[in-house]
């Protein structure tokens, strides 16, 4: 059953309450028969219907509680650590559940710089210029930075890290080729392999 088919059959239920002769018209407008309005009504959720309501529950969760300034990468890192999510999750699954959700990431843009290629995107400051922590895996910070090597600098690598803002202790860190999704949530999740079971507010710069 079509996701139109079972979004239709839930409205024509509810505005026919109390109204006689109400259903067979409306199921004559979605041209639609009575006995397949009432299988798919009373139908039961499959398995993978159910991992997705959940899935887009948990989404909309975190993303609303990083105030709406974390994107796929973070969010897959929290949704792996959610303990009301039971199933493997990936970035593929995220970036279509924020799709169907119509969820983008609050970020404000960099001045462009002309030495620059490319321009620069950071996350609103979520933290509000509050740094004051009283214990471990409250605020995570993590950032990156482009460090070049080899004679006249030829190569160049990228570093990132991930720090709880309680002791200023680095969590972990990852070194890469290039500044990508992947290696973000690489970086991440050896930090949660060394905290354990946490979910502290993830600020990056």
Sequence with gaps: MSKQHRLSYFAIN?????????????????GVSRQAYYKGLNREETAWETRNRQLKERTQYWFDFHHQGIGAGNLLV???????????????????VMRELGLTCQIRVKK???????????????????????SPNQVWLSDSTELTYGVNNKYKVRLSGV?????????????????????EIEVFQRAFEASGDVHPLVHTD
Excluded: C, W
């Design 14 to 30: 509810e505005v026919s309450q109390g109204k006689r002769g109400a259903v067979s018209t409306l199921l004559a407008v979605v």
């Design 78 to 96: 929290n949704l792996q650590h959610d303990e009301l999510i039971d199933f493997p999750v990936t970035f593929k699954m995220v970036r279509r």
């Design 112 to 134: 462009h710089s002309r030495h620059k290629e490319n321009e620069q995107h950071i996350q609103d400051n979520v933290l509000n210029q509050n740094f004051d922590v009283d």
């Design 163 to 183: 720090l709880d803002l309680y002791g200023r202790r680095l969590l972990s860190y990852n070194l890469s080729a290039t500044e990508t999704s992947a290696a």
